[in-house]
């Protein structure tokens, strides 16, 4: 390769806190290599016709490490194929992969990185088999993906949790109610375990743990008894009770939407204990605004760690944090390998010793 090439940078999926930080430290990375960068423009869509792309430098990129988002745009539906249930993937026709190798060699880009979750980095694999060589970056805020111990946006989507139960405490008390906060999770309930425990949750209800609702109710019933002004509940999206299955919004792009489980089990909350309940759903209001300090440094080392696989030609890797530290492991080893929250592991334990209940 030439001291002065190019590569590219796209970002796919559902946006996060987080995003913008990894561009700009890919970009100032790149700027100080002498390497040119471009960006393409809704996700893994803007290789195709019509193409779209904007060039990126370090001075255009001031500025943004503090907005949530992604400059460059993304999506999670389209013409390329998606993870579409959890151990399932999708190959992307090959029409679609040979359009978007012609685009990446007509643009001479000699490498692109890839910032995305399971399903985009699912894509990036194809694309590195296509011959085109490839750079993951994970993002998550729902923080399962386990070949790393943390992805970016996970931090700020908890912060988020846990504001908005700090504010969600006192209008319960004042009225004496119960209240239920459905919180994003589809698979693993990291959110709503961080979340809930650093909001001070009284009952945590998340995929791992198939709950109660007799269970529920008496607990419900027992904290009243006991002088408790109002109970806080926050459940996850993904979360279900024993023996029945999640709750359903239908289906959007190539994966089901979840929701309403936050709804269903207010309303059989009021009718079981007669207690006056209500649902609270920060839906995409966990996805949106300013990353915290912790995703910005994250995001900052992703995006460089991510020009130095470029630069090291170590193609096909995804950037992973463990034990504090920035490495990289294969995106096939990557991909298709949720991180769970251990019912039996130590912050579960942590938050039943402290009284918090999990439908148990």
């Avoid at 561009?23 to 019509?50: H, K, Q, S, T």
């Avoid at 990129?61 to 399932?88: D, H, M, P, W, Y």
């Avoid at 926050?234 to 936050?262: F, N, Q």
């Avoid at 009718?271 to 995001?299: I, N």
Wanted: aromatic share 6%.
């Amino acid at each position: 390769m030439d001291d002065r090439k190019r590569i590219a940078i796209l970002t796919s999926g559902g946006d996060c806190p987080g995003l913008n930080a990894v561009i700009r430290a890919a970009v100032a990375a790149a700027y100080n290599l002498n390497w040119e960068v471009i960006g393409f423009v809704d996700g893994f869509e803007g290789m195709l016709n019509p193409v779209r792309y904007r060039k990126l430098d370090a001075r255009g990129c001031a500025g943004i490490l503090s907005l949530g988002g992604t400059i460059l745009g993304t999506t999670n539906r389209g013409r390329f194929a998606g993870k579409v249930a959890e151990g399932q993937k999708a190959r992307v026709p090959d029409d679609i992969m040979l359009e978007a190798k012609r685009t990446l060699e007509g643009l001479g880009v000699s490498a692109t990185i890839v910032i995305g979750g399971d399903g985009s980095l699912t894509t990036a694999e194809q694309l590195q088999e296509w011959g085109m060589p490839v750079v993951g970056v994970p993002k998550t805020i729902d923080n399962d993906l386990s070949a790393t111990a943390m992805t970016f946006g996970f931090d700020s989507a908890t912060q988020v949790v846990c504001e908005s139960l700090d504010r969600l405490h006192t209008t319960a008390a004042s009225h004496r109610r119960v209240l239920v906060v459905e919180v994003m999770g589809r698979h693993a309930g990291w959110i709503a375990l961080h979340g809930g425990v650093a909001g001070a949750a009284d009952a945590i209800l998340i995929p791992e743990i198939p709950y109660s609702l007799e269970a529920i109710c008496k607990f419900v019933d027992r904290r009243f008894e006991e002088g408790y002004l109002s109970t806080m509940i926050v459940v996850a999206e993904g979360a279900k009770p024993e023996g029945g299955d999640i709750s359903l919004k239908g289906k959007g792009g190539t994966e089901h939407r979840l929701g309403g489980i936050g709804e269903t089990l207010a309303t059989q909350i009021m009718e079981e204990t007669g207690r006056e309940t209500r649902a609270v759903v920060l839906g995409h209001l966990q996805r949106g605004g300013q990353p915290t300090t912790l995703d910005r440094m994250l995001g900052t080392r992703f995006g460089v760690a991510a020009v130095d696989l470029i630069r090291e030609e170590k193609f096909g890797q995804m950037v992973s944090y463990q034990n504090y530290e920035i490495g990289s492991v294969p995106i096939a080893e990557a991909v298709g390998q949720l991180k769970t929250v251990n019912p039996a592991g130590q912050v579960v334990r942590i938050a039943k010793e402290i009284g918090i209940h999990f439908g148990q």
